[in-house]
């Protein structure tokens, strides 16, 4: 079969479901484009994936998502768990079957939303213990289990069962989750039945500690798994810590395996994160903020709910050509945004065509070894006056790329 093709050569470490091959890496910064053969897919990053929490992403169907150019997307293995139920798709032939996603798909381990959804989990060795939304009663969440459930599922790439700790923890807390998702990683890679279908990562805890991150990504490695996230960020940290300790991973994860940064998905932060050697985005920010009525553009976001969208009879980016552009105006758009579901699918299936654009330019830029000046030109358009973020400037010069200086020096306003 097609699984037969994934691997040429016997590489250490290389998995039967997973192939990646770098085309491509920009002379100046790490930005590289790599080309990630997934049983369901093959595509090129640097990548975002839209989050489709209960099999579909809100407001746009699969035929949609297709037709946006979306390769790859993300399922939350809690709220499947929750329903249908991954019994049920197991028995259905797997979630691609279920939703009629013929693309690569990935799913979380199911413990970021028992973390951050549920009151009273409680994080053991054993594993994360919390109260079922449903009825109260007490749920265990073991590595075991999320690998048996993300089994189930039938994803492309699986992730491992990690200690999360909120970003902004200090203290040994920090410490005792890195060790405890470093112990965690060999309970799932035990537990993992189908390794010759579907791809386990690890992911990197440490806090903002660089040395804890270090020791992680040098342990993670040893493991010679498929690939690796860049986990325990976009948690209200300091921006200026964020992009420090992407950087000190990337430096020390291999380079031919895909690297992915998690809940990492404002432009901006994209595009740095490129420049610091990230190939995989996923964030429900596109489509979260969409159904607020804000869409991308290259000018910063534009609020349709505001005012001054009400007479303007062009599309939010005219050349943007995603099917909300093509047939509708932002004055329509002013009218129906954030108000009913109309508004919030339209504007959804531009942001996620934005960000799958976004994606396209970058690897374009890196292909012909033009990413520094892309990185410029974008900045330069959603910062007019030069006002760009100081973490961005900073993380950008580590990497070689310098911002042109704006038409003024206004201080720097929060993205």
Excluded at 141 to 155: H, V
Excluded at 197 to 219: A, D, W
Aim: proline share 6%.
């Amino acid at each position: 079969g097609a699984a037969d093709g994934g691997v040429a050569n016997g590489a250490a470490g290389a998995s039967p479901a997973l192939n990646f091959t770098q085309l491509a890496k920009c002379s100046t910064s790490l930005a590289r484009v790599g080309r990630l053969w997934l049983p369901h897919n093959e595509l090129e990053t640097p990548i975002f994936m839209p989050v489709g929490t209960a099999a579909a992403v809100k407001g746009i169907t699969v035929d949609e998502l297709e037709a946006l150019d979306v390769p790859l997307i993300l399922g939350n293995t809690y709220h499947l768990a929750l329903r249908p139920g991954t019994d049920l798709l197991a028995e259905m032939g797997g979630l691609h079957k279920f939703m009629g996603w013929k693309r690569a798909m990935l799913t979380d381990s199911g413990g970021f939303q028992m973390v951050s959804l549920l009151k009273l989990a409680n994080i053991t060795e054993e594993g994360v213990t919390f109260q079922s939304p449903s009825d109260g009663t007490q749920m265990l969440l073991t590595p075991e289990k999320s690998m048996e459930l993300q089994n189930e599922i039938g994803a492309d790439i699986m992730m491992a069962l990690d200690d999360v700790v909120s970003s902004t923890t200090e203290g040994p807390r920090v410490e005792e989750a890195m060790h405890r998702t470093l112990r965690w990683i060999d309970r799932c890679i035990s537990a993992h039945s189908r390794p010759g279908e579907q791809n386990l990562f690890g992911i990197v805890q440490g806090g903002l500690n660089l040395e804890l991150r270090g020791k992680c990504c040098e342990e993670l490695v040893k493991r010679e798994l498929p690939g690796y996230a860049i986990g325990g960020l976009s948690g209200g940290e300091a921006k200026d810590e964020f992009w420090r300790v992407v950087l000190h991973c990337t430096q020390r994860l291999p380079a031919d395996k895909p690297r992915y940064c998690m809940g990492v998905g404002y432009p901006t932060d994209l595009v740095v994160c490129v420049a610091l050697g990230v190939d995989m985005f996923d964030c429900v920010y596109p489509a979260r903020t969409a159904r607020f009525g804000v869409a991308l553009t290259d000018m910063g976001n534009l609020n349709l709910k505001q005012k001054r969208y009400r007479s303007e009879m062009i599309p939010i980016e005219p050349d943007c050509g995603c099917e909300t552009c093509k047939h509708f105006t932002r004055a329509y758009l002013h009218t129906v945004a954030a108000k009913e579901q109309t508004g919030a699918r339209l504007v959804t299936i531009h942001n996620i065509a934005y960000m799958m654009r976004l994606g396209k330019r970058m690897r374009e830029a890196i292909l012909e070894d033009r990413f520094p000046a892309f990185a410029a030109d974008f900045f330069s358009s959603w910062f007019p006056a030069g006002d760009y973020p100081t973490w961005c400037v900073d993380a950008l010069a580590e990497v070689g790329i310098t911002l042109p200086p704006g038409s003024n020096t206004a201080p720097a306003r929060a993205p």
